[in-house]
């Protein structure tokens, strides 16, 4: 049995933060809260409140700060091929450095 998870659910403190190394494709989805997020390279900064969400556009690190309590899920791009398959071997990801929602 393969098991993937693509996706993972995290809750920060006011001003806490995420980082994603790497993360292009990804989706960040605010579940509560408004998060403040910085692009490695990009040179506009957003700021992305419940229900809403933003894909990130580039390699490099991505810092997720929380401007109130905030809940969010990180989703992974999706990496299956032309007909639907998964890779059969995927390399770790660091995903982040947060306190997973209980």
Do not use: N, Y
């Not at 993360?23 to 419940?50: C, F, H, M, N, Y």
């Not at 299956?80 to 390399?91: E, M, W």
């Not at 660091?94 to 997973?100: K, T, Y």
């Amino acid at each position: 049995m393969q098991i993937e998870i693509t996706r993972s659910t995290f809750t920060l403190t006011p001003a806490g933060l995420l980082a994603v190394q790497d993360g292009a494709g990804s989706r960040i989805v605010v579940r509560s809260g408004v998060l403040w997020i910085t692009q490695e390279g990009d040179v506009k900064d957003s700021i992305v409140g419940p229900g809403e969400e933003l894909t990130i556009r580039k390699s490099g690190r991505t810092v997720i700060t929380a401007l109130e309590a905030a809940c969010l899920t990180l989703i992974e791009p999706d990496t299956r091929d032309s007909i639907g398959h998964a890779p059969l071997c995927r390399a770790p990801r660091r995903a982040a450095e947060a306190v997973v929602c209980a």
